[in-house]
């Protein structure tokens, strides 16, 4: 299983990007996808989960501005982030699950500017 993750990039405070994180090489269904953020000096912290049937769960500082959605027959997640702060500038990374394993993206940075 290989995670593509993209979608990064530079961006002005109160600006939008969507990340794209697509999965290739998969047998089975995704069971959760979920973004988290590592920003520099910091410990990687959770940002969003999506489970399979589409529930989803956000950490509170991105609540209201970041929705996260996947399309199941593109094995592909999204994670689209309005109202950037330049708190929100990370690398950002995603991970499915699938039956009982992990998988990882490479990460993408995501730079919001004042």
């Known amino acids: 299983v290989q995670l593509q993750a993209s979608g990064g990039g530079l961006v002005q405070a109160g600006g939008s990007l969507r990340l794209s994180c697509a999965a290739s090489?998969?047998?089975?269904?995704?069971?959760?996808m979920t973004w988290y953020r590592q920003a520099p000096g910091k410990q990687r912290e959770w940002v969003a989960t999506i489970t399979e049937r589409g529930s989803t769960n956000y950490a509170d500082s991105v609540k209201g501005r970041f929705t996260i959605s996947r399309d199941n027959a593109k094995n592909t997640g999204y994670l689209q982030m309005n109202s950037l702060k330049t708190e929100d500038t990370a690398v950002y990374y995603c991970k499915v699950v699938i039956t009982t394993s992990a998988y990882w993206g490479q990460g993408t940075q995501v730079t919001v500017s004042s």
């Open positions: 090489g998969i047998i089975s269904s995704i069971n959760t």
